[in-house]
């Protein structure tokens, strides 16, 4: 008696071993890679604001202070601040495979403010805003792919513009300068499943820290 309970018993317990690893088989089977992913994101301001006042943009001789230094102790100016918003993106990638990714990004980032006036008239002096556009084809590689959490590095570059309004007086200009859009992800992660966030760390015009929502599927 003792030996046929001790069989059904030990029956028991190697179904329901069997039953669970075919469970955890099917779910296996059943979650697959997403092959596609758009996303927006949003990054700090700071290396756009270096790129766009530095002086191989062709913005130097429409900047106004303080990016023109010998105007800084212009006693007959005073001067006030030019903002920059960050940069905002949005960006599209495929998988090819299940480490490399093929994409795009759009982004853009624009600069207000800068105003200037005369001390003494307190007319306005020449002031300029700057908006920069840019597309560029992007490669990522994924070494780390589960169900909630995807790590990433990545590159993207290629061209843009800067459009830049001159205001003078009671005379607008606008120019368009042509440059190159970079960004060198060295860290990206995303949480989630369909609906995920993401934060990325790198160099270039989406800033060195960003962050943003998107969807796979």
Known sequence: MKKIILLCCFTLFSVSCLLSQNTETDEKKS??????????SWGD????????????????????????????????????????????????YHRFKKWFWFGGTISTTSTYGGKSYDAITKE???????TYLSFAPAIRFSYLNKKYVTLYSGLALGPACIFTTT??????????????????????ASFGNKIFGNVEVGLGMKGILSVGLGYKF
């Open 31 to 40: 979650f697959q890679l997403p092959k596609n992913e758009f996303h927006i």
């Open 45 to 92: 301001p700071l290396i756009s604001s270096i790129m766009m006042s530095n002086f191989y943009w062709g913005m130097y001789d429409y900047m106004p202070p303080p990016y023109q230094q010998y105007n800084w102790f212009d006693p007959v100016a005073a001067y006030k601040k030019t903002y920059y918003i960050g940069s905002f993106s949005l960006s599209y």
């Open 124 to 130: 306005p002096l020449p002031y300029c805003n700057a």
């Open 167 to 188: 205001k003078e007086k009671n005379t607008k200009r606008v120019d368009t300068n042509v440059g190159m859009y970079m960004q060198w992800t060295f860290f990206g």
